[in-house]
């Protein structure tokens, strides 16, 4: 069993995810793909295993894809293995310009990785349903947990960055309230990220 492990008022609150079976599956690049696809139009509360950059990539693409109303991150700083990735850029406009999802990120780190996305956020810095952050506490900066929820019961969790072992669930509602409410309450303490790609920091 995998816990997720919040403070909920100084205390910790364990939830777990039972069946790690399908997580621990192995599976190519293609494979990983469609079983993605097939967990979300099944609506699957089974974890798929996701600690691989490229799985990352497929899976945030899939988010993007499939969302109906809003992708929410909460990372380090976008990592260009992962979000520098052409098709999760490409997933990303289509979301945001196409289908009119908010995408709203809050990053550890002050500024993005360098890469495609990063030029994504800043051609689009003026759309209203895009909304880059970055965290203010030091006690947040250095928080180890990075986790994704996509609308209101798709999720991507990461219990410690710095020791990649993630997974995700198409569809769990309730471990998805769970986050949102994180993340809502990591919003607040939160300013606006400025990406300048004049800076040599982004360059190409």
Known sequence: ?????????????????????????????????????????????????????????????????????????????????IFGNAFVREAAELALLQNKIII???????????????????????NSLLRVRKVQKEKTRNAPVNFCVMDDHALRFEKDHNNVKAFAIMYSPALASML????????KETIPVQIQLSDPAYAI
């Not at 969302?67 to 990372?75: E, H, L, M, N, S």
């Not at 709203?104 to 003026?126: H, M, R, V, W, Y």
């Not at 949102?180 to 919003?187: M, W």
Request: glycine share 4%.
């Open 180 to 187: 949102l409410e994180k993340f809502e309450k990591l919003s």
């Open 104 to 126: 709203d990120i809050i990053i550890q780190e002050e500024a993005p990785d360098a890469g495609l996305f990063a030029q994504f956020l800043e051609n689009n810095k003026s």
């Open 1 to 81: 069993m995998v816990e997720l492990l919040e403070k909920d008022n100084g205390k910790e609150v364990a939830i777990g995810v039972e069946d790690m079976t399908f997580a621990n599956a192995i599976f190519d690049d293609q494979n990983y793909r469609d079983a993605v696809e097939t967990l979300m139009q099944l609506r699957s509360d089974k974890p798929i295993g996701n600690s691989q950059p490229l799985h990352a990539a497929i899976l945030f693409e899939a988010f993007f894809k499939n969302a109906k109303k809003r992708v929410c991150i909460f990372c380090k700083n976008l990592n260009d293995n």
